[in-house]
């Protein structure tokens, strides 16, 4: 798993995934100030990248949940590498809405499932873990059986940590924050500055930037 962290990283960065701006942070959707930015819908764009996603996801699968019976892809981020990864396993697929439609069938769960079956979950980011824990709620509610999630990409905050571990979630990423930092000094894309900046980030993101 330290080689495909250290290479998913590498692609990350090189196709600009995740852009690291210590200097001109970023603002999220929650409206904290971040000096990092990660889109990992752009890794469907690029066809290597895009199949290793999808090879590493298909080996963590087979490795550490060899009874899963169903892939789900959260939307809307990782319904692609879901469906990708079910196609490469030869299993069903289905994917999960962050809420229930208001109109036609009122689905949040989109695809055939029965109840019962074996269920991993691909996601594309855990940054808090509320929006990929919503989605093992989904299923669970609808009576299925989750075995547990992969991501590609977590910032590793505590709150992620405690919610899955809460939630009685295995999760496996195919990187993380600390292995994005250590190949990003690597490869010259930030120095020892940016560094600093993006440790005192990560222990309290919600208030950093605020003067």
């Known amino acids: 798993m330290e080689n495909i962290a250290k290479k998913t990283a590498e692609y990350l960065l090189q196709i600009k995934?995740?852009?690291?701006?210590?200097?001109?942070?970023?603002?999220?959707?929650?409206?904290?100030?971040?000096?990092?930015?990660c889109d990992n819908r752009k890794t469907l764009s690029f066809p290597k990248v895009r199949s290793y996603i999808r090879d590493s996801f298909a080996a963590i699968v087979n490795e550490y949940y060899p009874e899963a019976e169903l892939i789900a892809g959260v939307a809307t981020g990782a319904i692609a590498h879901g469906a990708l990864v079910a196609e490469k396993l030869e299993l069903p697929f289905v994917y999960v809405r962050s809420e229930a439609k208001e109109h036609g069938l009122g689905n949040q769960i989109e695809g055939f499932f029965e109840p019962g079956q074996k269920v991993v979950v691909i996601e594309d980011l855990i940054?808090?873990?509320?929006?990929?824990?919503?989605?093992?709620?989904?299923?669970?509610d609808a009576g299925c059986d989750v075995?547990?999630?992969?991501a590609v990409f977590t910032y590793e905050f505590s709150k992620a940590a405690d919610g899955f571990a809460a939630a009685h979630c295995r999760l496996h990423t195919?990187?993380?924050?600390?292995?994005?930092?250590?190949?990003?000094?690597?490869?010259?894309?930030?120095?020892?500055?940016?560094?600093?900046?993006?440790?005192?980030?990560?222990?309290?993101?919600?208030?950093w930037g605020i003067k």
Request: aromatic share 10%.
């Open 174 to 207: 195919l990187s993380n924050y600390s292995t994005l930092i250590l190949t990003a000094v690597e490869t010259g894309y930030i120095n020892d500055k940016d560094v600093e900046t993006l440790k005192q980030w990560r222990k309290d993101p919600g208030n």
């Open 17 to 37: 995934a995740i852009k690291l701006q210590p200097s001109n942070p970023f603002t999220w959707a929650s409206g904290w100030k971040s000096p990092i930015y």
């Open 127 to 140: 940054s808090t873990g509320g929006s990929s824990l919503n989605a093992v709620k989904a299923l669970r």
């Open 147 to 150: 075995v547990g999630m992969a």
